[in-house]
C-alpha cells in the first residue's frame, strides 16, 4: 500500500466532516436571513392586524375610550315645545330636570290634534345655547320622521339623548325647544262618520 495515498485519504476524510459542518452552518444562517427578510416584508400587516384585533388600532374607539373617561359633570335641562298654528296642543311633560353628562336622558312630550281633520306635522328643534345642539347625541326623536294626527288623538312621545361629555364647561344650562309646522297639504279631512252622512 502506498503510504503517500493513505495519507492523502486520510487527510480528505478528516475534512469531510468539517465541510458538512460548514454547509450547515451556511443553510442555518441563509434560512435566519430569509425569515427574517419575510418577517419584515409581513410585519407591518401582522402588526396593523394585531393592533385591530386588540382595538389599539382603531382610532375612533381609542377616542370613545378616552372620551368615557371624562368625568360627568351635572347640567341643567330645559325643555319647551310650540306649535305653528296647526292645531297641535303640544308641551313636554317634563319642563326642567338636572343630569350628568354622559348619561342617557329619556324625556315625554305629549300632543293632541285639538281638529277635527287629520294633521300632518314635522317638529324641528331649537337649543338654547345655539352651539349646545351639537353636544345633544340624539337616540330617539320623534322629529326623526314627519308625525300624522288623526283627530283628536293624544300621543306620547319620547325623547332620548347623551349630553357629550365635551360640552363647554361654560355651559351649564341646556335648553332643547321643539317647534311643530303643519306639512303642507297637511291638514287631511276625516273620513265621515254615518251620524255625518245622514241628511
Known amino acids: 500500500m502506498n503510504p503517500d495515498f493513505s495519507a492523502a485519504g486520510a487527510t480528505t476524510a478528516h475534512l469531510l466532516p468539517r465541510a458538512t459542518g460548514n454547509r450547515r452552518i451556511v443553510a442555518g444562517l441563509l434560512v435566519v436571513i430569509v425569515g427574517s427578510l419575510v418577517f419584515v416584508a409581513v410585519q407591518p400587516r401582522l402588526y396593523k392586524a394585531f393592533c385591530e384585533w386588540t382595538g389599539l388600532y382603531d382610532i375612533d374607539r381609542a377616542e ?10 351635572p347640567v341643567a ?12 296642543r303640544f308641551r313636554p311633560e ?8 354622559g348619561e342617557i336622558v329619556h ?16 317638529a324641528v328643534p331649537s337649543y338654547g345655547p345655539q352651539h349646545a345642539g ?3 347625541k340624539k337616540l330617539d326623536c320623534f322629529c326623526f320622521k314627519q308625525q ?3 283627530p283628536h288623538e293624544v300621543r306620547e312621545m319620547p325623547v332620548v339623548f347623551v349630553l357629550d361629555k365635551k360640552l363647554p364647561e361654560d355651559v351649564n ?3 332643547l325647544s321643539y317647534t311643530f309646522f303643519e306639512v303642507p297639504a297637511g291638514s287631511v279631512k276625516s273620513p265621515a262618520t254615518p251620524a255625518e252622512n245622514q241628511t
Open 94 to 101: 317634563t319642563t326642567s330636570l338636572t343630569a350628568n353628562t
Open 148 to 150: 300624522t294626527f288623526a
Open 173 to 175: 344650562t341646556v335648553t
Open 107 to 122: 324625556v315625554v312630550y305629549r300632543v293632541e290634534n285639538t281638529r277635527n281633520t287629520t294633521v300632518i306635522g314635522q
Open 64 to 73: 370613545r375610550v378616552a372620551e368615557s373617561l371624562l368625568p360627568g359633570r
Open 134 to 136: 351639537g353636544y345633544v
Open 77 to 88: 335641562l330645559e325643555f319647551d315645545a310650540n306649535s305653528h298654528g296647526n292645531g297641535l
